[in-house]
């Protein structure tokens, strides 16, 4: 008589090779033996879904395997809107000594214990050379982690007269970036001009629901004084796309509160170049790029754009594995031990294999030696400003466009889940 669990070996066999028809026969220990109906106990061990104890020859039930969900690195794209016409360049100026600042409002911010990835698009507007036949707008940089090129990219800026078509360039954004979907990312347009917002063939209100509807913010800063006509539209398509409006005096002097550590910072902002390890096609000419924006923000120092940027640097959301070997390896899009010679730089190119992991791995603690001295220094510094920050708002009364945007990031990015660390 068989047992329960070899009915269960048995029908699992039979199943295997389709032989679970009810009284059929075969062989075991050389005597005939009929299976009386069985195919209930294949349907039961099947439903069931039980591994029971048992060895039929090679056709063992493969270990089901269990899938472990992967957290979804959490990922903040804003897109900045500029408008570049005759009167703007004052608004320009603030934008390029103030993007540092922004970025490290980002590394305060975690969710689910991880740093977001900040992805960054820069458009101009209103400029005559962009052409009437895509509306005077023009995308300098899709979204892009290389903040380098960002800032590279608004130190060239420069301001001509023209016509300012809001829709026409929040509708360029919308369709035309590459935009994450997911429920805990935060997504934002940041608009910034003084012209009527309903200017050009393509309606504001239009482009704004389509933003929303993709999840997108869109946060209106109008450079002007809040009672004016004008401002009145700013606002509304703000209200369209669930964003924030706000008003800014585009020529107001950004005052940095000089601290005590800023000579430190910024020094030791410069000693971190030493420890980046250019490769390939990019690696050359980002290398430059990156000494070259130290050096752009050392002439924005009044405004305290070179203290900013070091801490950036000391940062997740400075990031440049593109063409750093150190961010490469440890992101593991990289191979040293594959690499050809002629990809790495020149002091790299005669070592072994094991050599280049050593040499890159030396080059990342002394990184991360530094990064840590930085962000120690500024935890003390941002002690030392926040008194004064409140006394300087209180004092001034007027908006910036750094201080308009780092109120509405905070406040809509903790909607998607973001907390931020707040100073002691």
């Not at 910034?192 to 309903?198: H, L, Y």
């Not at 924030?244 to 107001?252: E, G, K, L």
């Amino acid at each position: 008589m068989w047992r329960n669990w070899e009915f269960s070996e048995l029908g699992w066999w039979l199943v295997r090779q389709k032989r679970w028809k009810a009284d059929r026969s075969f062989y075991a220990g050389g005597q005939v033996m009929f299976a009386r109906k069985i195919s209930w106990a294949v349907a039961v061990v099947a439903l069931a879904g039980v591994a029971l104890p048992w060895t039929f020859g090679k056709d063992e039930m493969p270990a089901e395997k269990i899938a472990v969900p992967v957290k979804q690195k959490p990922v903040v794209q804003l897109a900045i809107l500029l408008d570049t016409s005759g009167s703007m360049s004052g608004l320009i100026d603030q934008a390029k000594g103030q993007l540092w600042k922004i970025v490290n409002e980002f590394a305060k911010a975690k969710q689910n214990g991880q740093s977001p990835e900040l992805q960054v698009a820069l458009y101009q507007y209103g400029t005559p050379s962009l052409g009437a036949d895509n509306g005077y707008v023009r995308q300098i940089v899709g979204l892009s982690t290389d903040l380098d090129k960002i800032s590279e990219e608004l130190f060239k800026l420069r301001t001509d007269g023209g016509d300012e078509y809001c829709g026409t360039v929040i509708k360029h954004a919308m369709e035309n970036l590459k935009w994450t979907e997911g429920k805990n990312v935060y997504k934002a347009v940041f608009i910034a001009g003084n012209e009527p917002f309903s200017q050009g063939n393509v309606d504001f209100r239009k482009s704004c629901k389509e933003a929303i509807g993709k999840g997108i913010m869109v946060n209106t800063i109008y450079c002007g004084a809040a009672n004016n006509s004008e401002a009145k539209e700013w606002a509304e398509g703000a209200t369209l796309a669930d964003g924030a409006y706000m008003s800014i005096d585009q020529n107001q002097q950004v005052v940095h509160i000089t601290a005590p550590q800023d000579k430190q910072i910024a020094e030791l902002g410069e000693k971190l170049n030493k420890t980046y390890v250019a490769y390939g096609a990019k690696g050359r000419e980002s290398a430059v790029r990156q000494q070259a924006m130290d050096q752009a923000a050392t002439t924005q120092a009044a405004a305290g754009s070179n203290v900013q940027r070091s801490v950036a640097k000391a940062n997740a959301q400075y990031k440049n594995a593109e063409w750093d070997l150190v961010d490469a390896k440890k992101d593991g899009t990289v191979n040293l031990k594959e690499m050809k010679a002629e990809e790495l730089p020149e002091e790299m190119r005669n070592l072994k294999p094991e050599e280049r992991e050593k040499y890159v791995a030396e080059k990342q603690k002394e990184r991360e030696a530094i990064q840590a001295d930085i962000n120690k220094l500024n935890k003390e510094r941002e002690v030392y400003v926040a008194a004064e920050q409140k006394k300087q708002a209180e004092a001034s009364g007027k908006e910036t466009l750094d201080s308009a945007m780092l109120k509405v990031i905070r406040t809509q990015a903790e909607k998607a889940e973001l907390k931020f660390e707040e100073t002691k």
